[in-house]
């Protein structure tokens, strides 16, 4: 129920976003999905994208740094309060969220929110008991 | 006026046989009591009575900073340890410092060569010496402190930075010298500036003593306006005593080099070969007086040359030129003097940070350090990277008394060069 996703390391300097989202388009790869943290001095950009190893190749070939790592997709419901009842199973269960961002499109009546927290296998048991849907990889990359 | 008329104004003949006979005294002294030096002249069938003239110094090897890293610390003192008062360091291209040894009788002559320099630019007893050099283990700033003490002006040792309090002190304590940084100096007449204090109406300064770097005569010629004083050049090595070495006289045209107490050649630093007085080349230094740890042709890696003229002012050691160049690398931030192998250090301690670094120098107060990130460390946690930047921070700052900045590049950002890289970009304008 893990979806891939990437995270690239972004220099505080002029243009670099824009290398990395070049390369990617070079390749053809779709990005999904994107989120940008960042300090005063650096970014980290996190994307999911349809085919997560072409998406790697490409960044490679361009001399990025970058790293690899699991998060959850989830499904709320697209109305007020959709997103906090989420949340509020894992903040009971003790579960950390480390991040979340929203997909561009959407999955039915469902907003798509990505999410990273410090324990994602149990964030995955906390949210189906509570019937909150998990977005399985194979629909995720095709959103 | 003079400290010493005698010795100042020796005729080059007597000199001459005075450094003949100090020469043929210290290659005794290095022969019979350090091994290094023994073996080294062994090794090339030179026994001390060979040395029958001072041009047959030449004849003599040469002295390395790695030499003197090499017998770390203690391999090439000549009289017992015990009779040693003082070390001083020097930072070298390894980790391990240059460890120089100095006897009670050392320190006394080091500081009498500064007496000369001093009374030479026309400080008196009445005078207030400021000394913004740092106090420990360099020794720029105690061994001008003991020459002044000898002269007898009053030392304020305020050590550099602090620029406000350096200026609360200039004005409740009436000083009328400082001994300070090229680069700490041009901050500081700076700082003056901004502030609005007019240097002729509020303060009493006459004349500043820069060295520890080298500089333009355009940054002279800036800080003597910008100050309304005069600026003396002064040249010295920890190797050689510190500071004290050679030094500008009023005339403002080259440093006397004591030739008492040292002999100075140039030589091209490739060939080796010693050259004529004139010509641009390294300066290589013997100590002539010094008992704890006498060197032998001292490579300094300072680039001058020998002006062969007298001097107006009566004295007849012979001038060096300004420094025209340093191999060493050290450069100065908020008056602290920094090596960048200890900027490396820390960074090569930290984990997660690749092996390229570069250190930017844009003002005289700010020191932006480049850092490499190591790609295979990379986690995509952005926590994790604001946790090691401000470890590195704070380690740097622990280790060099300033706090630089520190940005995080790409791997691979960085130019790598072949051999020694190019570390420190200097984009000040002196």
């Known amino acids: 129920m893990k979806v891939k996703q990437i995270s690239i390391f972004l220099e505080n300097k002029q243009g670099h976003l824009l290398e990395v989202v070049d390369a990617l388009a070079k390749a053809k790869i ?35 740094t970058f790293n690899e790592n699991d998060i959850i997709a989830v499904g709320v419901s697209d109305t007020p309060g959709g997103l906090a009842k989420a949340l509020a ?12 961002y929203a997909f561009v499109s959407k999955a039915e009546e ?33 959103l | 006026m003079f400290w010493n008329e005698e010795l100042e104004t020796i005729k080059a003949s007597t000199l001459k046989n005075l450094q003949l006979k100090r020469l043929r005294e210290t290659i005794g002294r290095v022969y019979f009591n350090v091994p290094f030096y023994r073996d080294r002249f062994q090794a090339i069938n030179i026994k001390p009575e060979d040395i029958n003239s001072v041009e047959a110094i030449s ?40 460890a120089i040894f100095f006897t009670k009788s050392d320190i006394d002559r080091a500081a009498d060569l500064i007496a000369r320099c001093l009374v030479m630019t026309g400080m008196r007893k009445n005078d207030v010496l400021q000394n913004m050099m740092t106090y420990g283990l360099f020794t720029g700033a ?42 700490y100096a041009l901050y500081l007449a700076d700082y003056i500036k901004t502030k609005g204090i007019d240097p002729k109406r509020d303060l009493f300064i006459k004349r500043a003593y820069l060295g520890a770097e080298p500089y333009s005569e355009e940054t002279r010629k800036k800080i003597e306006e910008m100050l309304a004083i005069d600026v003396y050049n002064s040249y010295g090595l920890s190797e050689m005593n510190g500071p004290g070495v050679a030094f500008e006289c009023e005339m403002k045209r080259g440093m006397h080099l004591w030739e008492d107490n040292f002999i100075a050649e140039i030589i091209d630093p490739d060939t080796e ?20 740890m006498p060197l032998i042709r001292y490579r300094t890696r300072d680039i001058t040359l020998i002006i062969p003229e007298q001097c107006a002012c009566g004295r007849t050691h012979r001038r060096i ?7 060493d690398d050290m450069f100065i931030v908020k008056g602290v003097n920094i090596f960048p192998q200890q900027i490396e250090n820390v960074l090569m301690a930290t984990k997660g940070v690749a092996q390229n670094y570069q250190i930017v120098l844009e003002s005289l107060d700010n020191l932006t350090v480049r850092v490499e990130i190591a790609r295979d460390l990379f986690d995509g946690n952005v926590t994790h990277l604001v946790n090691m930047q401000n470890k590195i921070v704070e380690a740097l700052k622990k280790e060099l008394l300033v706090k630089p900045k520190v940005e ?11 051999g020694k890289s190019k570390r420190v970009i200097d984009n000040r304008t002196l």
């Open chain 1, 110 to 142: 469902k907003a798509v929110v990505v999410l990273k927290t410090d324990k994602l296998e149990s964030s995955i048991k906390t949210l189906k008991k509570a019937g909150i849907s998990i977005i399985p990889p194979k629909e995720v990359y095709s």
């Open chain 1, 89 to 100: 199973v894992l903040s009971e269960e003790g579960i950390n969220v480390e991040y979340l």
């Open chain 2, 408 to 418: 995080l590049l790409e791997p691979g950002t960085l130019p790598v060069s072949e």
């Open chain 2, 142 to 183: 105690l061994v001008m402190h003991y020459g002044a003490e000898k002269v007898g002006v009053l030392i304020v040792p305020a050590g550099p930075g602090n620029t406000e309090r350096q200026i609360m002190l200039m004005k409740d304590f009436h000083t009328t010298a400082l001994h300070i940084t090229p680069s």
């Open chain 1, 30 to 64: 779709n990005i999904r999905a994107l989120s940008i943290a960042d300090t005063s001095e650096f970014g980290i950009l996190r994307i999911i994208v349809p085919d997560p190893e072409a998406a790697k190749k490409a960044l490679k070939k361009g001399g990025f």
């Open chain 2, 273 to 292: 070969e010693v050259l004529p007085d004139g010509t641009k080349g390294e300066l290589v230094l013997t100590t002539l007086q010094r008992e704890g």
């Open chain 2, 321 to 327: 030129d300004r420094i025209f160049g340093r191999s």
């Open chain 2, 59 to 98: 004849r003599l090897p040469f002295t390395t900073r790695e030499d003197i890293l090499n017998n770390y610390p203690t391999g090439l003192l000549a009289v017992p340890r015990d009779e040693m008062v003082r070390v001083h360091t020097s930072s070298g291209t390894t980790g391990k410092p240059k």
